[in-house]
């Protein structure tokens, strides 16, 4: 494979869309060797394959305001690769999102997936829709309406979205009743639903949970736990808040969160019920913190979450929101490992650096594939029928977020023994994805 020549190449086809260069560029250097060693991946043209989403479907989506004005939305659902099974990732709502953000969060998402064991595509979609600061009523009316398009796309063998950015249990329990209106059935075709309309336990908390599950692995590899550890987190969202539980629970501090204002810094250890009842249930600012916890301090940089001294960092929020300075800082106050909550948060350069800092870097599509896990298991009790208990959930969580633990340190160990989690994250889930397109054939 000439890595540098299929680089320019794509970035030429696919012009402004720098997070998928950036998340496409990590998975080449990963799996260089592996490639180059089979030569049956370049004979099928496997690298040309993967790159490119199996289709693309974009849709306008109007809607009327509390104030009686029609707005239009762009929608976008990009189903990236069905090789292991249907379609299977997130709708995300932001401002800021364009094609390219749901071309790099699809890629991702396809050696995620396949990463957890489960048999799950990967497809990625949403909107440039902002739910902030709109109404219940106007959140609704906008589901309703993506729904309208959306539904002859998707389905419970076919594509099966989940939650993201901006789209939590509200935004869910809105599409999933549009979809069913429209086709008069009560199926699966959405994850993240409610415990009571076909839910699963512990999928709320899937994604910080399992990333601390692994974060604790890293930790007993390398003769230590959580006990007593500095955590600091970025993000106050879903991610974020379980996350920062489940540190708790495992007797670790957390001393930092955000939002994109800025961050919270509290020396005494976050209190999680106050921030739940922040950003859960008021949908406020994370600012407000300080105005009930006085020795707290706020800095509208939320950048400072990475300047505050802690054994363990965990970027929850968005992505390229750890750049090398914070890693450079990170690294300066004894920070022993960066995994990932949210996607692709780690700039390129600040995974160069941390790995070669010898720094404990585990990147999102191990980090936070607990999510997924939990949505695939979502699926399997929907398509039985029945419901598993909340421990019986979350013990499979933890002996998946362990398999994945043990395929980066497999496909990522070197020669020194340092175990590089991106490169064996990457070399897993490619392996797997790419023997199966061969076995399909040409399609
Ligand atoms: P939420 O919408 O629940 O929370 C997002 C958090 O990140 C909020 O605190 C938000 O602040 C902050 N944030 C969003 N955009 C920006 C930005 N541009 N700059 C700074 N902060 C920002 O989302 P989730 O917690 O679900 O998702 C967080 C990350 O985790 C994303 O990268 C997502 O793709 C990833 N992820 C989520 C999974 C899930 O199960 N939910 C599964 C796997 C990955 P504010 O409130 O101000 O917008």
Redesign the pocket.
């Known amino acids: 494979m000439d890595k540098t020549k299929f680089l320019n190449q794509l970035k030429k086809q696919t012009p402004n869309e720098d997070e998928f260069h950036q998340a496409v560029t990590e998975v080449l250097e990963s799996i260089e060797d592996v490639y180059n060693d089979n030569p049956k991946f370049e004979t099928n043209k496997i690298i040309e394959r993967i790159v490119m989403p199996d289709r693309i479907i974009m849709f306008r989506v109007p809607w009327m305001d509390d104030t009686g004005e029609i707005q239009v939305n762009q929608g976008y659902r990009i189903e990236f690769n069905s090789a292991i099974g249907p379609y299977k990732g ?1 709708l ?1 709502f ?1 401002p ?1 999102v364009s094609i390219g953000t749901f071309k790099f ?1 699809g890629f991702e998402q396809v050696f ?1 997936n396949a990463l957890t064991t489960l048999p799950m595509g990967g497809g990625k979609g949403g909107s440039n829709f902002d739910p ?1 600061g709109k109404s219940d009523n106007e959140v609704m009316r906008f589901c309703q309406s993506f729904m309208t398009e959306l539904y002859r796309h998707v389905g419970p063998e076919t594509d099966v979205p ?7 249990g509200r935004e869910i329990g809105f599409l999933f009743g549009q979809y069913k209106r429209i086709v008069n059935r009560f199926e699966g075709v959405l994850t ?1 639903k409610g415990i009571n309309w076909g839910g699963s336990w512990i ?1 709320k908390e ?3 949970y399992g990333l601390v599950y692994i974060t604790q692995h890293w930790l007993t590899e390398h003769g230590t736990d959580l006990k007593g550890k500095r955590v600091a987190i ?8 379980y996350a920062a539980e489940k540190v708790m629970q495992l007797g670790g501090k957390v001393i930092t ?5 800025g961050c919270i810094i509290d020396e005494e250890g976050i209190d999680l019920n106050l921030i739940k009842l922040i ?1 859960e249930i008021e949908r406020g ?2 600012r407000e913190y300080i105005e009930t916890r006085y020795n707290a301090q706020y800095s509208k940089d ?1 950048n400072d979450v990475w300047k505050v001294k802690c054994d363990v960092a965990l970027p ?4 390229n ?1 750890l750049d090398v300075e914070s890693a450079k800082i990170l690294v300066s106050n004894g920070c022993l490992m960066v995994a990932e ?5 780690v700039t390129a350069e600040a995974v160069h650096y941390l790995l070669h800092q010898k720094v404990g870097m585990i990147p ?1 599509k191990a980090a ?5 896990a939990v ?1 695939g298991l979502e699926m399997t009790q929907n398509s039985m029928k029945l419901q598993w208990t909340p421990k019986e959930v979350d013990d499979r969580l933890y002996h998946i977020m362990s398999e994945i633990h043990d395929a980066c340190v497999k496909y990522g160990k070197r020669e020194d023994g340092y175990v590089d989690y991106v490169k064996g994250a990457n070399v897993a889930g490619f392996l797997k994805v790419a023997n199966a397109m061969i076995d399909q054939g040409l399609i």
């Open positions: 997130g995300r932001h800021d969060l995620k902030k989940a939650g993201d950015i901006g789209v939590g993240g999928r899937a994604t910080g970025s993000g106050s969202g879903n991610v974020a808040i969160m955000s939002d994109s204002n950003k600012r994370i939320r929850c929020a968005t992505q929101e909550g949210a996607n692709m948060p999102g936070n594939a607990g999510g997924v949505s």
